[in-house]
Each structure stands twice: as C-alpha cells, then as structure tokens.
C-alpha cells in the first residue's frame, strides 16, 4: 500500500537498490566446493610456491589462450617487466605506450631502462590510435606497448603493418582482456608476447596478486621461466642474474579451478551490457564502442558524459558504484610527465578522461540491477 502511494507522488520512485561497483561474493558462493578443494590441496602438500598446481595451470592457460606457452608470475606489471627483459629492451631505447591506461604498463617500461613514449587514444574506444602511433616513431624506437584496454584489443594487425617494416617489437597489455579476440586472434597472436593481470577484480582473478606472460617462442618463455626465479637452472645453479617474480601455489590452484567458468563469465558481462546498450539508446550518453571485427570481453563498461562527476554522484546516491578508468591521464601525472607531452597535447586522451564513468558490469548482477542501473542512469544523465 505505502509503496504504491509513494509510487504515485513521487517521481523517484523506483525503490532504492544497491549495486556493488564488483561482487566477488557472488562469484565465490557460485564455486566455493570447487575452490575450497583446490586450496585445500595445496594446504595438504604443503607445496606453496611454484609446484604441480603452477605447471599445471600454465599448461591449462596456454591452450585456453590459444599460444603455446604461458609463464605464471607474481602479478600483471611483474608479467611486463620480464616481457621486456625477456626481449632484452635496451637501456634508453623508446617504447610507445598510450597515455590512457592503468600505471603499471609505463612503470614496466621505465623499470626495464627504457623510455615510455606516450600516445594518445582513440576518443570511441580508448585503444592506442594507429596514426598517433605511426607518428610517435623514431630511430629510437624499439617497441610498441599497446593495451587491450577495458577488455577489447587494440587493432593489433594494424600495429604489426607498423612494426613489421622496422623490425620493432611489440608486447600487447591483456591484463584487462583475458579471452578477448581481434579478427578471431587472441592476445599474443600478432605480438611478440601478450601478458595478463589476474588480480582479484580482472576477468580471471586469483585471491591475491598474480599474472602470466604468453608467447609463441618456446626460447623466450624458457628464459622467462629461469628469470623469474632467480635466473636457476637447478637447485643450487644460476646461469644469469633474475629475481623472484614466482607464482604461488594457492593462486595457481585457485585460478586453475576458476578457468573453465571464464568463458560463461565473459557470456554473462557481454548479455549485461547488450542490455546496457539497448536501454541506455538516446538517453544522453556515450556508450564506448566495441569494434565490428572485435570480441570485446567487457573488464569494464565505459560510458562517456559531459557532466561525468554529477552522475557519478547522483548514481552513488541511488547505491550505483561507478569507477573511474582512468581520470588522469599518464602525461598528465607527476609521475610520468615530460616536456615532450605538456597538458592539451594528446586532447583525445584528455577529454575522454573528464567524461569517462565505468558501470558496474560482472556475471552475476541481477535483472533487478540491470534494469536498476539503465533506469538511474537515463534518469540523471
Ligand atoms: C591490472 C593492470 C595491470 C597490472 O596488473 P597487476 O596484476 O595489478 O600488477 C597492468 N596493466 C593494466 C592495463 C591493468 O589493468
């Protein structure tokens, strides 16, 4: 009765829901038999670090990610770093990175001794623009850093026409695309390596930090292997200097038990944002485009609106959680910036990052919220 009457004076009057930016809950309840069996294994053996669990999961993420060898590391930004070592980066030599993404991918470049050179964006999707890309070349150049940003690929054929003729190389950024697929190719198909991010909140997501780096080079993903402890070729010898980037025993059974419920996870966030797309048509918003020859696989749903901060707010207000990815660009951070790229200089880049707001978009949100979200948002917007 009451809520019929306030149905009537009122003009807010769907009733107030909460919907969670990520509800890692809900996807532990759907698996916990599965995921306390795998964990319980590893506290049975005792085995904690590296171990059958980690062999074992590299081989699993390999075939699913359709290349022939996966490196399990510490977390994503380890995965960049030994990427680039890997393929032995020189110290000072240029590395073309775009300007929207998350630190880490910029961080990698300059731990490695070489030079971010930041590009900027496509202003519908976000990826690294080709042109930009062309532009940014140099003698100097060694290599170009594109990231599968949100979930979708960068136009990796595109990319390698640019590399190619200059022998440069290229490591794609997936940490935020596992399965995502460019003309039917997967991450690490074009690129000279491809590495991945499975912290908590990415599409695959351990109980704690981890990450894989996959190739196509059997040599390199060997090498990859001995660096990432310590450069040991057995137990008490070392053929190079590498350092600890291991993975540990506890993610990778997680993680392995997680891996066959990717592909049902990415179907679920891929039907919230069909719906997304439908429901929000006309209401004042710019949704991100996915690319016709693309299998976007939704990390994020992205949508732009020039008075970004006041819908955030209002949403927040109705128990909507948004994110920002991301509301500064690199070259407009301390951290990253250059003379070579002062504020108004990559304007795609820059404008994108004022309007951008990320929905909440994970499997396990309910019709409820998904109807929630659309009306809220076509209801402030
Ligand atoms: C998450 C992420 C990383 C870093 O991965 P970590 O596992 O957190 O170290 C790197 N690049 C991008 C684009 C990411 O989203």
Redo the contacts with the bound molecule.
Sequence with gaps: MKEEASRVDNKVSTPLRRVPFLDLCAQYQSIRTEIESAIGEVVRTQRFVLGSEETRFEKAFAAHSRVPHAVGCS??????FIALAALRVPRGAEVIVPTL??P??AE?VILAGAVPVLVDVEADTGLIDIEATRKAITPRTWGILP???YGQMADMKAIAALAQPKALKVVE?A??AHAAESGGLRPGTVGDAA?F???PG?NLGAYG???AIVTRDAALASWMRQYRNHGRLDKYRHDFVGFNFRLDAIQSAVLEAKLPHLGEWTEGRRRVVDQYRAGLRGCGVQCLVERPHNRHVY?LFVIRHPERDRLKKRLAERGIDCGL?YPIPLHLQPAFASADCPPGSLPRAESLCRELLSLPVYPEMTQEQVDYVINEVRAHA
């Design positions: 977390c994503g930004t380890s995965a960049l993404t998350y880490a991918t990698a990231v599968h940003l950024d940490a935020q590495i991010s499975f912290f990415k930090d981890a990450g990390h990815h």
